[in-house]
């Protein structure tokens, strides 16, 4: 499964650790299959490869002061 972790991770309490899955899914009673997710510790989830994607396309990357200095030339 992959594993997604930002290269500057270091194991900090407030990091979060997310695993593809794709069956990750739920049945409802109709039949209807959906994606789904699960925690597996309070730092761990597993999810389904397009919750994955969900989340990624409307999340906002936080830049450092460094990496606009650099960015900006200065």
Same mark, same amino acid.
């Given at each position: ?30 039949? *209807? %299959? =959906?994606?789904?997710?699960?925690? #597996? +510790?309070?730092? *761990? %989830? =597993?999810?389904?490869?397009q919750? #994955? +994607? ?21």
């Amino acid at each position: 499964m992959t594993q997604y972790r930002h290269i500057e991770a270091t194991g900090r309490t407030d990091e979060v650790t997310v695993i593809e899955d794709p069956g990750m899914v739920t049945e409802r009673a109709d039949g *209807t %299959i =959906r994606p789904d997710y699960a925690f #597996i +510790d309070s730092h *761990t %989830i =597993r999810a389904h490869p397009q919750i #994955i +994607d969900a989340l990624i396309n409307q999340s906002e990357r936080l830049w450092t002061l460094d990496e606009m200095l650099t960015e900006l030339g200065t």
